[in-house]
């Protein structure tokens, strides 16, 4: 793989500050050997169209810094991992020993898109309908992906409204949303009330798209033999089902959604420690439970190495009182994420 420094040496790395930077910078020079220009190490300040990307080679101890940013975006786009400034130090501290599994980003409900073709089943008004978009949407998580993280293979978004195609339902009868009218081409709405005439012809046009999504994230399984998916999601205790929300009790600011065979013990506490540190109340599976797997590990017909759980942020901890996401929020948030992922670089 590409992305096996210890077999060949390659390693990019993604930072946001100028500390960060500084601190790369040292260990490249005490620890690996490396000659790092003055001008470099000197500048107080980063360019506003940096890219802030060293792609290093630990064996030959060399390195590039300010490439361009469309080369920078390709080699994201060609699914070159790229690891963020804590992610590095983390590894440095374990002597470059360990890689790390292939990140990726599973955003299924934050998309926008509505396929004209799927429109007429629509038995609202359209100011309605889109009403309910936003309600149930999950509102701007793409924020808290991490810039080292975000695009190639390490971020998926399905861009259209969940309220069309909600890739993450089962659509045979084991789809426990369906009983609810919310299964994967949605009748109801959260409140019960008829938003689509759903016909088998429309379940037909829908497949297409909710099939296309799972291709491609059955195609990263076999392009990365071991990862660790984050299924990122919020929710609003306004538009809890009512059945979930007397199965919930309280409600947390985070939930954690987990599978037992792909979901592990190491990987839930970690989470669980950053949490703690930033006093968000947190529980397991509630009000939401599970994560998101893909359709070939789950029929076997990958051997990926698949570790996968569900961040789900309530929605009153980044959004202020008109459900806008504030921005400061969201970047705490990034950081938490950034920090959690820096502490599974060794996990199992």
């Not at 096996?4 to 620890?31: D, S, Y």
């Not at 060293?54 to 064996?59: G, S």
């Not at 440095?92 to 990726?104: N, Q």
Request: proline share 4%; aromatic share 10%; hydrophobic share 35%.
């Amino acid at each position: 793989m590409e992305n096996n420094f210890r077999k060949n040496g390659r390693m990019v790395i993604r930072f946001e500050t100028v500390e960060e930077r500084a601190e790369i910078i040292r260990i490249l020079e005490k620890q690996r050997g490396f000659q790092i220009d003055d001008k470099l190490k000197q500048s107080a300040e980063i360019h506003p169209y940096d890219t802030r990307t060293f792609v290093v080679d630990l064996k030959f101890k060399t390195y590039e810094y300010g490439i361009r940013p469309f080369i920078g975006a390709a080699m994201m786009s060609s699914g070159l991992r790229a690891y963020s400034a804590q992610e590095f130090l983390r590894i440095a501290e374990l002597g470059f020993k360990v890689v790390p599994r292939f990140p990726i980003f599973h955003i299924p409900h934050t998309g926008t898109r509505f396929p004209f073709e799927l429109l007429p089943s629509v038995c609202v008004t359209e100011e309605e309908f889109r009403q309910y978009h936003a309600l149930m949407s999950d509102t701007e998580v793409w924020r808290f992906v991490p810039s080292a993280y975000y695009g190639g293979d390490m971020t998926e978004r399905f861009d259209i409204s969940r309220l069309m195609c909600d890739v993450e339902r089962f659509v045979g009868p084991e789809e426990e949303m369906e009983q609810y009218g919310m299964g994967f081409c949605y009748e109801k709405a959260f409140d019960g009330k008829k938003i689509k005439v759903v016909t088998e012809e429309l379940k037909e046009q829908t497949r297409k798209y909710y099939d296309a999504h799972h291709a491609r994230m059955n195609q990263l399984c076999r392009r990365h033999p071991r990862i660790l998916l984050i299924d990122l999601h919020s929710f609003s205790e306004d538009t809890l089902p009512e059945h979930i929300r007397k199965r919930a009790g309280r409600i947390p600011d985070v939930c954690i959604g987990m599978e037992l065979k792909y979901t592990s013990d190491g990987l839930i506490s970690r989470i669980e420690r950053r949490l703690d540190e930033v006093n968000l109340l947190h529980m397991i599976n509630a009000p939401y439970s599970g994560t998101f797997i893909p359709n070939a590990v789950l029929s076997g017909e990958s051997t990926c190495d698949i570790v996968s759980v569900m961040l789900e942020f309530n929605k009153r901890i980044y959004c202020d009182e008109n459900g806008n996401c504030d921005e400061v929020r969201a970047h705490q948030i990034r950081n938490l994420v950034r920090r959690i992922l820096a502490d599974c670089v060794d996990l199992e």
